[in-house]
């Protein structure tokens, strides 16, 4: 029977239920070719610091909190600048919404990167709004803030309406 407490059992069960969301997020944060070892960074940095861990809410949230360090701490190394979401957002190939997704991306690309970021892990990493909080370093009010003003700028850029509280292309 497995321990609770051993630590290199936490780490695997860390690892097999969370590697995937670090990763995905680390493809789109880290320097081009860096995400993998960006995610290893992240889940190293979590066992490091594990006895100043405290349960406060999904352990996703804080290892994306960290990926989100180790991924700026790279750029800094690399004195890189920001790279702008890719034009596939989906990561599929589906030629049906080829369109919409450009227009997504391109859309994207126009917010400011902390507004990018609240959305990408509103919606796309599905963390709650107090967790987009933490891992950006604000307040849950101010996440949702965060996460209204970019909706509000994001339907702009896409020139969607929302008269009558009805959403709709103009």
């Known amino acids: 029977m497995r321990n609770k407490r051993d630590p290199v059992t936490g780490a695997e069960r860390l690892v097999d239920e969370h590697y995937a969301d670090v ?7 880290a320097p081009a070719g860096l995400a993998e070892d960006a995610a290893q960074e992240t889940f190293l ?14 352990v996703r949230a804080y290892l994306i909190t960290i990926a989100r360090n180790v991924c ?5 190394g690399r004195a890189s ?10 990561g599929g190939d589906d030629p049906a919404g080829g369109d919409d997704a450009r ?7 126009q917010l400011p990167r902390a507004q990018r970021e609240a959305l990408e892990l509103r919606y796309g990493e599905g963390l709650s709004v107090g967790e987009v909080g933490a891992a950006l370093g604000m307040s849950r009010f101010a996440a949702a803030r965060t996460i209204a003003a970019a909706l509000g700028a994001l339907r702009s850029n896409m020139g969607v309406t929302t008269e009558s509280g009805q959403g709709g292309k103009r």
């Open 81 to 90: 600048a920001w790279e702008q979401l890719p034009e596939s957002l989906s």
């Open 23 to 29: 990763l995905r997020y680390c493809y789109r944060h």
């Open 45 to 58: 940095r979590f066992v490091r610091a594990r006895g100043r861990y405290r349960e406060r809410g999904r």
């Open 72 to 76: 700026t701490d790279m750029f800094r």
């Open 103 to 109: 227009d997504l991306s391109r859309a994207l690309a």
